[in-house]
């Protein structure tokens, strides 16, 4: 499986971003996808997950301005930021997990840039 971003950007604060993050490869049976981010000098945080079937989860910090979604029919996954601040900039990856009969495998995406000046 490969996971590729997209969206990032510069953006002023109470500004909004798409991301995106589309799918390819063996796709089947991937249960969760999530948007974790890193800031410089912090350890990466999650943001969000979706499991398959529509069940959805926050970070505190994002609850009430982010929307993660997915389109399985275009294998992508979305992550709607909203009145984004200064402390959401970071680096976004996109996160897959998909269970096999073989086991569980975990798949990352090279990371978009997002920035909100202060």
């Known amino acids: 499986v490969q996971l590729v971003e997209s969206g990032g950007g510069l953006v002023q604060p109470g500004g909004r971003l798409r991301l995106s993050c589309a799918a390819s490869?063996?796709?089947?049976?991937?249960?969760?996808m999530a948007w974790y981010r890193q800031a410089p000098g912090k350890q990466r945080e999650l943001v969000a997950t979706i499991i398959d079937g529509g069940p959805t989860n926050y970070a505190d910090s994002v609850k009430g301005r982010f929307i993660i979604s997915r389109d399985n029919a275009k294998n992508r996954f979305y992550l709607q930021m909203t009145s984004l601040k200064p402390e959401d900039t970071a680096i976004y990856y996109c996160y897959a997990d998909q269970l096999l009969e073989s086991g569980k495998y975990d798949y990352w995406g090279q990371g978009t840039q997002v920035t909100v000046p202060s």
């Open positions: 490869g063996s796709i089947f049976s991937i249960v969760i």
